[in-house]
């Protein structure tokens, strides 16, 4: 029993040591919630436009997506996102550019705009696109040539 007392103290006083000398306890670090999960905008991975065009069944879940605005349908309710990359490289669509289709039935961000969609892939009639909950400005991401 004197033993188990002796162990017991010896046991508080070495993990009380770095408390008394002023360290702050160690927690493990903060983790990003896993891809696909659901959070507020902050949370949800960022994703490029041709990454996702890439790649989608990567990308599987709520994310966020930024891209520029190159066309809009608003009696469709749906825009054309071209990569935010490519936001400096000319003025008019090239033939070879491809656009993520997205779904929104808010106001419609006007043609070259650069936006933070949220939202999640979807297929509908066989067709995948983005169904967007959200749409806000975003800032330049670094251009590049095509």
Same mark, same amino acid.
């Given at each position: 029993?004197?033993?188990?007392?002796?162990?017991?103290?010896?046991? =508080?006083? %070495?993990?009380?040591?770095?408390?008394?000398?002023?360290? #702050? +306890?160690?927690? $493990? $670090?903060?983790?990003? $919630?896993? !891809?696909? =999960?659901?959070?507020?905008?902050?949370?949800?991975?960022?994703?490029?436009?041709?990454?996702?065009?890439?790649?989608? &069944?990567?990308?599987?879940?709520?994310?966020?997506?930024?891209?520029? =605005? /190159?066309? =809009?349908?608003?009696? &469709?309710?749906?825009?054309?996102?071209?990569? #935010?990359?490519?936001?400096?490289?000319?003025?008019? +669509?090239?033939?070879? &550019?491809?656009?993520? +289709?997205?779904?929104?039935?808010? &106001?419609?961000?006007?043609?070259?705009?650069?936006?933070?969609? !949220?939202?999640? %892939?979807? /297929?509908?009639?066989?067709?995948?696109?983005?169904? #967007?909950?959200? %749409?806000? $400005?975003?800032? +330049? #991401?670094?251009?590049?040539?095509?």
């Amino acid at each position: 029993m004197r033993n188990g007392f002796i162990v017991a103290l010896a046991t =508080v006083l %070495i993990l009380s040591l770095p408390l008394a000398a002023g360290a #702050a +306890p160690s927690s $493990p $670090p903060a983790q990003a $919630p896993p !891809s696909g =999960v659901a959070g507020t905008a902050g949370e949800r991975p960022l994703v490029e436009v041709d990454d996702l065009l890439k790649a989608p &069944e990567k990308h599987q879940g709520a994310l966020r997506v930024r891209g520029m =605005v /190159r066309k =809009v349908f608003a009696k &469709e309710q749906r825009l054309g996102l071209l990569d #935010a990359r490519y936001a400096n490289c000319c003025s008019t +669509p090239c033939e070879t &550019e491809k656009l993520l +289709p997205v779904a929104w039935a808010g &106001e419609m961000p006007r043609v070259r705009a650069l936006v933070l969609i !949220s939202g999640d %892939i979807q /297929r509908r009639d066989g067709k995948m696109e983005f169904v #967007a909950t959200g %749409i806000e $400005p975003a800032a +330049p #991401a670094g251009g590049t040539s095509k």
